[in-house]
């Protein structure tokens, strides 16, 4: 027995439970199918505890997909970037730089948000949609591709007949490897320490990038927890040394992150498990086959600097939606395939490289390239149209104002 629908998507992660939502929420016949569920308490074994900052121009796609009202309550804002450069002698801050939001806009750059919060929120939404079908413990086993539609096999021996098939399943999509479509991928002897702090000294509402060597201490807001201003930290080091600060004792480390984060909250309190997460970029190198299209991870990945990763999914998925309303009879024909992958790979493969050339100055470890990335930074922020320039650039969009409504 054949089942038939719309659209089938591949993942059941934060970008393809967004597209569940925003295409249950279009109208369009929805399955959307995943190995593994989701975990969505926040002690629970497995749990991701990484963060995700929605920046301005995603926020009307998580608007139409029925999530920001559900979202939005749980959201810290992220009013100014601060970027500190602490590569002399010692781990102090030796250059301060802010971008404020309101210097070209009248929202904050984006709001952050545990990832488990999200698929807690995201699979209620899709309780409320009678044209979604989210099928956790099953996932996409092969296909094959005919003019006018796509039959896909499930891990269960479901068949899905579909006309358009969503590969958001991942680094290593099984969509995309059913398609032939291979990618290229660069390693960095990188890690990420991901977990959760409190701190004596209130965030204000600054995310701030603390740059030595090894890669990027991130430390972005949360809603106070248990009445103690919180945060977010993505500790990004080689591989051995990440291996060296997961096994120490918890003062130990207490000690060490503080140290790391130059003091610019106090003395940092660990609040959460430590989980351990690689650190690559990857682009595939086309978005599209036939009756298919690769979005989010399955497409590209990035290391976790300026919140682009998640955000480009969104733009993805913004583009992807669009093309499709624009043949609600049939969103799987060439000129939504096609016209997606023209739409998006340039961008992409753009913002890849970016973030590649960032992460590298981030992990210089001789003094004299530290000091070089200083000097540049310097520079970069004191001239005025340059920083606005790059802010917009960082938004991803011309800087207009996406103040969310309350839903």
Request: some cysteine; glycine content about 8%.
């Amino acid at each position: 027995m054949r089942e038939t629908t719309d659209i089938l998507i591949s993942g059941g992660g934060v970008a393809g439970l967004t597209a569940a939502c925003a295409f249950g929420s279009a109208g369009f016949r929805v399955i959307c199918v995943d190995p593994a569920p989701p975990i969505t308490e926040r002690d629970a074994e497995g749990a991701d505890l990484r963060t995700t900052a929605f920046l301005q121009p995603s926020i009307p796609v998580l608007q139409d997909a029925g999530l920001w009202s559900r979202l939005e309550p749980h959201a810290a804002p992220l009013q100014v970037m601060r970027i500190i450069d602490a590569g002399g002698e010692l781990p102090e801050a030796r250059l301060i730089k802010d971008f404020n939001a309101a210097d070209i806009s009248d929202a904050p750059f984006g709001w952050n948000l545990p990832n488990w919060l999200l698929r807690r929120e995201m699979v209620a939404r899709l309780s409320e949609l009678p044209t979604v079908s989210f099928r956790p413990g099953t996932g996409f086993a092969r296909m094959l591709t005919r003019d006018t539609e796509a039959l896909v096999t499930l891990t269960d021996g479901t068949r899905i007949v579909a006309k358009l098939v969503i590969g958001a399943d991942g680094r290593t999509s099984p969509v995309r490897e059913a398609l032939g479509i291979a990618a290229s991928t660069t390693r960095y002897g990188q890690k990420a320490l991901a977990f959760a702090v409190t701190h004596l000294i209130p965030h204000d509402n600054v995310s701030t990038e603390v740059h030595r060597s090894g890669g990027p201490f991130t430390l972005v807001p949360l809603p106070d927890r248990d009445g103690h201003p919180a945060s977010a930290v993505v500790w990004m080091e080689s591989g051995p040394e990440v291996a060296r600060l997961s096994a120490l004792s918890v003062p130990e480390f207490e000690a060490e992150m503080t140290a790391r984060s130059s003091g610019i909250l106090g003395p940092l309190t660990l609040v959460s498990r430590r989980t351990i997460w690689p650190i690559i970029s990857q682009i595939a190198d086309r978005l599209s086959g036939p009756r298919t299209v690769l979005m989010a991870e399955a497409a590209h990945v990035l290391p976790p600097i300026g919140a682009q990763g998640l955000n480009m999914s969104l733009a993805d998925l913004a583009v992807l939606l669009e093309l499709a309303q624009s043949h609600p009879e049939d969103p799987g024909v060439p000129a939504v395939t096609e016209a997606f992958h023209r739409a998006r790979h340039l961008e992409v493969k753009a913002r890849v490289t970016g973030i590649d050339l960032l992460n590298r100055a981030s992990m210089a470890k001789a003094p004299v390239l530290r000091d070089l990335r200083a000097k540049a930074l310097d520079a970069l922020y004191s001239a005025s149209p340059v920083r606005h320039t790059l802010m917009r650039a960082g938004l991803g969009a011309s800087g207009k104002s996406a103040t969310p409504t309350r839903g």
